[in-house]
């Protein structure tokens, strides 16, 4: 398995909090909302929404998370902001940019 990025390992990190304050149902209306088509498939939404609780729904949606790219990361966080979660979202902007490999100055 690769190594994780930043914003995969902030995601793990701060997982318990994202299920434990994260209402699905919001967070899945505002991604459609805020990404023209979407970062998740009709399939993957579905994986999620058939999930027993809203803890198992949140859990599910950050193991999808984890496999898409840094922009959905952005907009995961920047709706997290719009729907009255945005010290969670700080957090996990900040983790994500602690977990980032420090690049070596060239001279």
């Not at 914003?7 to 699905?24: S, Y």
């Not at 909302?33 to 949606?61: N, W, Y």
């Not at 193991?63 to 969670?88: R, S, W, Y």
Request: proline residues 3%; aromatic residues 6%.
């Amino acid at each position: 398995m690769a190594d994780l990025s930043g914003w995969q390992k902030a995601l793990f990190k701060f997982r318990p909090q994202l299920e434990e304050n994260v209402k699905i149902e919001h967070i899945i209306s505002s991604l459609h909302e805020a990404v023209p088509g979407g970062f998740l498939t009709s399939r993957e939404e579905q994986d999620i929404m058939s999930q027993s609780s809203d803890f198992c729904r949140v859990r599910k949606l950050v193991d999808i998370l984890v496999t898409k790219d840094e922009k959905a990361f952005e907009a995961f966080v920047a709706v997290l902001k719009v729907n009255g979660q945005a010290e969670l979202a700080e957090k996990l902007e900040s983790a994500a940019k602690e977990g980032k490999p420090r690049l070596m100055n060239a001279l």
